[in-house]
Every structure is written in structure tokens, then in C-alpha cells.
């Protein structure tokens, strides 16, 4: 326990259990709790979304409030409820106009067209609830931490207009960018909707090159600014990887750092994970030969023990470079492995993996779409993981992999540089090496990479040393909560 507890105010658009479109959920509904647990108070608001479940989840009506805005007074319900294990205060915004649809940014592709209102709206409630906090048990938050742009205006009005002397004056901010190609960019003439002045609609606060970029506002308004892992942090202030925002991140850099996420290791655990046939652990790997099998099996391959099975679990667009795992297949299918998919996102891709899968039936395992329970499976039964991404913040299926002593290979950006450990002989006498890396994104590194990793698995002794080093690593959300509590107490000393 800490013994000296903060007060932590945070916001996002999305939190598991409660809505989920990508890591942001995860990090969002991990770290409250495990903040919680280290002994903070912690109170987390998100969008109250119709697909939310709130009886199961135990959301119950707490408040009502009229929320300020460009377009007049917007009624909010407030709903109240806890993280799981009660660990760890949940407050949800509920307008069903703005939040009772099928998505939560998005219908059938396409954004909905009243995002920046929806999200404005929210930024806006999120600082209403301050004084209600205070009033209700004196509860006045030392941090406010906000996620992504759906959340960025609310560091902006902070700083605006609810400047000047309140109780929450000296309330310390921080931003987290989770991937900085979603930046919240809307047409100039809906600047309006966001309520401030024309001041800032300028190059030096939300102005992007003639849109309204909401991301850009939390990166110039927040005190301190994190993204999820050390190497991304770096990354993103070049123009190679910082989608125009570089500069913007340079000029803050001393105020930016990166923190690795953690997993949920209770949910990713090989010795009780309710989806996989068979569990293990690092001292008794047998069970991890019957996942193998089984996997082998759904997948329709021939169930053979000793080739080499590679697995990938990916959303399939541009950023996670499976184009290259394309490119390479039909030389990897002639070789003695076993290659199993699982995917969805961009129709081109999945075609092109279909045909692929058509071409090598015996070789390539293939399932398009979302399924929870087999990426349990191929990260159980596969003995490599494949990560080619072009870029990564964090990344989370290495982690996973790790745990389940599936050797990832990975491509050396973002958070996949920073957790993974490459082999090298002297780094596996250390006992340090857990997987591989490849530096270019181009199908030649790739395949020299892979082919390296087969090496090194026919022989045997060195892959053991790199599945043990793998699942001895220390991937746990309380590392990360620890490394968060830090910089807060680092903000908190800034002035
Ligand atoms: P990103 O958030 O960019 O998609 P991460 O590696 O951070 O990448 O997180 C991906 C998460 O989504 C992992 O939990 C992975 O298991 C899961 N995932 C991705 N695609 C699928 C899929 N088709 N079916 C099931 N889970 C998937």
C-alpha cells in the first residue's frame, strides 16, 4: 500500500468491462484497479454507450446535471458503479442522443459525423462532475489523467474555461496517446462546436493544417504527456512515425515519456485459462504440446508435433505489416512448418490470406474474424508468435505471447523493441533472451529473421532458455501502475 495515496481523476472514451474497440479498453479498465490496489483513489468516467450492459455491470443512476456546451445546456444522467472486484470508482456519462448507438465512434465504417459534439460533450461533463465529487465527500482529485483525443478537449477547457481560482486549480494533467494516427480531426467550421475562442484555433493550439485536431489540444493544454512504451515515445517526435505531430511532440519532449502497458494476467494465464484444452506452466510445458495438437486440429492442419507452428492473432490493416507475412508465405510454405492466422479488418488483405490459405491448405491455417477464445488457443498452441508491425506504441500479443512461452518475432518498433529481448548467444547464456527482431520492414528481413527463429527451435536447449526467460518476464499491470504513480508524483512537483 502507498502510503502516502493520490487522488486520480481519470477519463476515457473506452474501459473493459465496459466498452472495448482496441488496447485503450484494456489499459483504461487495468489501470484504475491496479492503482486502486496500490491504495489511490480512483475515480474513472467514460461515455455511458447503449451497448453497455449497465444492470449486469451494476451501473446505477447517481445524478442528474446539465452540461454546458456550444449548442446550449445538454441534460447528463450520471451513472455510478465499480470496476470489477469493487476496486476503484466508475462514473458514466449517459445521453442516449449522443451515446444509445450501434458503435461507439463509428457505424459500418464511417465515423459518426457529430463525433466532435458527442466527445465535446463528454470533456465538458467529465469537469461538471468536479465540484459534484467535492461537494458529495470532499473528494478532490491531485491528478487528472485523459486518454486519446475523445477526451483531449476536457485538458483544454481545464486550462480555459474553467481557469482562474477553484478548488481545482492546482489539479495536475496528464495525456496519454495510445496511437497517434487517431487525432480527432473534424472540418474547420464545426471549430464552434467545441465552445472555445477563436484564439486557439491557431497553429500553436487545435488548428491542423485548416482542420480542428482535438488530439493536438491535449498535447499542447496537458502538463505532462505519456505514450505506452519508451521507443514509441521517441518515435513519434520524427516525421516518419508522429502523423504531422512530430514537431508539435519535440517542442514538448521534456515533458514526454513512455510507460509499457501491463496485461490483465489473470485473464492471459496458461495455468487457468478457461478457453485453451489443455493448461501449463513454465515448470511442466507438457500441456502446451496438447494445445499444440489441438490447435493443429481446428485449424485443419496435420497434427504433427515437432514442426514449427507460427501463429498470428492480428487486426489486419497496414500498420501491423502483415503484407509482408504475405509476401513471404509461399517461401516459408516450402519449408517443413506450420503457419495459423487469425484476422479481420482490411478486405484486401483477408482476400489475399484467403488464397493463400486455398494455395497451402496443409501449410496455412486461416480464420477471418474476431474470436476471443482462439487467440487464447494459437497463443497456447503455437511456438512462435509473428508481429511484423511498421509501427507499435505498445503492442499487447507479444506480451501475451510471452507469458504463454510462445517465442515472439517482432519487428524492432514502439513497444515491441521495448519488451522483447533478442536472442543473441551471449543474451540467452544471460538468461535475458525471449524472441527475435527484425529492423527493416521488407520481406528479406523478415524472412532471414524467421528463419533464424526455425534455427534455433530444430536445436532445441537454446529454445527452451528463450521460453523460460519469456514467461519469467514481468508483464503485470502493477509494474506499470507503479511507473504511472511515479510520473504523477514527478507532475505534481512541476510548476
Ligand atoms: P491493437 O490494439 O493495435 O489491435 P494490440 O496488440 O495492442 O494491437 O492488441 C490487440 C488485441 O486484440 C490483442 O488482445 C489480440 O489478442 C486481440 N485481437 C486482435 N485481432 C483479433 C482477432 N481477430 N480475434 C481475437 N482477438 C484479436
Known amino acids: 500500500m502507498d502510503p502516502y495515496p493520490l487522488n486520480i481523476l481519470m477519463a476515457s472514451p473506452e474501459a473493459v468491462p465496459f466498452a472495448k474497440t482496441g488496447g485503450l479498453a484494456d489499459v483504461a479498465g487495468a489501470l484504475p484497479r491496479e492503482l486502486a490496489r496500490l491504495g489511490h483513489r480512483v475515480c474513472l468516467v467514460i461515455p455511458r454507450y447503449g451497448t453497455i450492459d449497465g444492470a449486469a455491470l451494476g451501473l446505477k443512476e447517481w445524478r442528474r446535471l446539465a452540461v454546458p456546451t456550444a449548442l446550449g445546456p445538454i441534460d447528463a444522467i450520471i451513472e455510478q458503479g465499480t470496476l470489477p472486484d469493487g476496486r476503484g470508482r466508475v462514473l458514466a456519462v449517459r445521453h442516449d442522443p449522443y451515446f444509445d448507438r450501434a458503435g461507439l465512434y463509428q457505424e459500418a465504417g464511417r465515423d459518426y459525423s457529430d463525433n466532435l459534439e458527442r466527445f465535446a460533450f463528454f470533456s465538458r461533463a467529465v469537469l461538471e462532475l468536479l465540484p459534484i465529487l467535492k461537494e458529495e465527500s470532499g473528494w478532490v482529485p491531485d491528478v487528472f489523467h485523459a486518454h486519446d483525443w475523445q477526451t483531449a478537449l476536457s485538458l483544454v477547457y481545464l486550462r480555459t474555461l474553467y481557469a482562474g481560482p477553484s478548488p481545482f486549480h492546482g489539479l495536475r494533467t496528464m495525456f496519454t496517446i495510445h496511437n497517434i494516427g487517431y487525432q480527432g480531426l473534424f472540418p474547420a467550421m464545426d471549430y464552434w462546436k467545441t465552445g472555445l475562442g477563436t484564439e486557439l484555433f491557431t497553429p500553436k493550439a487545435l488548428e491542423f493544417y485548416g482542420s480542428v485536431s482535438l488530439l493536438k489540444g491535449g498535447l499542447v493544454f496537458a502538463d505532462f504527456l505519456t505514450t ?145 477464445g482462439l487467440a487464447h488457443r494459437i497463443e497456447a498452441g503455437a511456438d512462435m508468435l509473428l508481429m511484423p508491425s511498421r509501427y507499435e506504441p505498445c503492442g499487447l500479443s507479444q506480451l501475451y505471447s510471452l507469458r504463454y512461452g510462445t517465442v515472439p518475432i517482432v519487428r524492432r518498433t514502439g513497444g515491441l523493441a521495448d519488451t522483447v529481448v533478442p536472442y543473441s548467444p551471449q543474451a540467452i547464456r544471460e538468461g535475458r533472451a525471449t524472441g527475435f527482431l527484425f529492423g527493416e520492414a521488407a520481406k528479406d528481413a523478415l524472412l532471414t529473421t524467421v528463419l533464424l527463429a526455425l534455427r534455433v527451435y530444430a536445436e532445441g536447449e537454446e529454445w527452451k532458455a528463450l521460453i523460460r526467460a519469456g514467461m519469467g518476464t514481468n508483464v503485470s499491470w502493477a509494474k506499470s501502475a507503479r511507473a504511472y504513480v511515479e510520473l504523477y508524483r514527478k507532475m505534481l512537483e512541476l510548476r
Request: glycine share 8%.
Open 228 to 372: 505506452v512504451s519508451p521507443t514509441y515515445s521517441r518515435e513519434i517526435q520524427t516525421p516518419e512515425f508522429g502523423f504531422g505531430l512530430d514537431g508539435v511532440l519535440r517542442e514538448r519532449q521534456d515533458r514526454l515519456a513512455g510507460i509499457v502497458n501491463g496485461i490483465d494476467v489473470d485473464l492471459w494465464n496458461p495455468t487457468a485459462d478457461p478457453y485453451v484444452p489443455c493448461r501449463y506452466s513454465a515448470s511442466d510445458l507438457s500441456g502446451k504440446t496438447v494445445c499444440k495438437a489441438a490447435l493443429q486440429r481446428e485449424m485443419n492442419l496435420p497434427v504433427r508435433a515437432e514442426v514449427p507452428l507460427l501463429g498470428i492473432v492480428s487486426r489486419l490493416t497496414e500498420q501491423k505489416g502483415l503484407d509482408l507475412v504475405a509476401d513471404v508465405l509461399p517461401e516459408l510454405a516450402m519449408l517443413d512448418l506450420q503457419v495459423v492466422l487469425l484476422g479481420s479488418g482490411d478486405p484486401a488483405a483477408e482476400a489475399r490470406f484467403r488464397a493463400l490459405h486455398a494455395q497451402f491448405p496443409r501449410k496455412v491455417g486461416l480464420s477471418i474474424g474476431f474470436d476471443e
